[in-house]
């Protein structure tokens, strides 16, 4: 299977993808798919306050935020997906893919990892020692959406314009870290959504 590029925002690529189904009325930019479920809590100027409910995802680490280490992580956990996992059980595709990026205490070295929305918790053990389980507690995030396709760049401006926004609205926040959420395959050309993520301290 030949393995498209993938960029930084850009990261669902999928052959066969099933839309899934739930109680939860997901909102349009997931476009009919699973997405993590959360209330609206408020809409300000520049960004959302959402409340998160518990969440499930598949996670590995990757060497950077380059688009090839970026890819590299994404066929890893597609491949899980697609039943490279010890029940050898296929699991329907969600959105978003999320990208972590977070600075190590006082190095500013970046710590990346690439991470795949999981609708059911009943998650199958990975064969790969590199993919882990995530449960990421239920809480307040502060997100930033913007269209296009984005790259890395643009995710840091967004990001930084966020904090500005956030700052200014007396908003606290995780300072060292934040996530980027990409919604939309290449081939969507239109209607792009963009994320970015600062969770509340």
Same mark, same amino acid.
């Given at each position: 299977m030949a393995k498209t590029p993938v960029s930084f925002f850009g990261l669902l690529v999928v052959l066969i993808v099933f839309p899934g189904s739930g109680c939860w009325e997901a909102p349009g930019f997931c476009r009919g798919y699973e997405c993590p479920v959360y209330t609206l809590v408020q809409e300000n100027n520049g960004f959302e306050e959402r409340n998160y409910d518990t969440s499930y995802w598949i996670t590995t680490d990757v060497a950077s935020t380059s688009k090839d280490d970026v890819a590299t992580g994404f066929w890893k956990l597609y491949y899980f997906n697609k039943g490279e996992n010890k029940e050898k059980k296929e699991i329907v595709m969600t959105r978003p893919v999320l990208v972590t990026v977070k600075e190590a205490d006082g190095t500013g070295e970046k710590q990346v990892s690439i991470s795949l929305y999981q609708s059911d918790s009943d998650i199958p053990a990975p064969n790969d020692e590199t993919i882990r389980i995530t449960m990421v507690p239920g809480g307040t995030v502060y997100v930033r959406s913007f269209g296009g396709f984005a790259e890395y760049e643009d995710g840091i401006n967004e990001v930084n314009s966020?904090? $500005? $926004?956030?700052? *200014? *609205?007396?908003?606290?926040?995780? $300072?060292?870290?934040?996530?980027a959420a990409?919604?939309?395959?290449?081939?969507?050309?239109?209607y792009r959504h963009n994320e970015v993520w600062l969770h509340a301290a």
């Open positions: 966020l904090k $500005e $926004e956030l700052r *200014a *609205a007396g908003k606290q926040f995780v $300072e060292n870290g934040f996530d990409g919604y939309d395959a290449p081939w969507d050309l239109i």
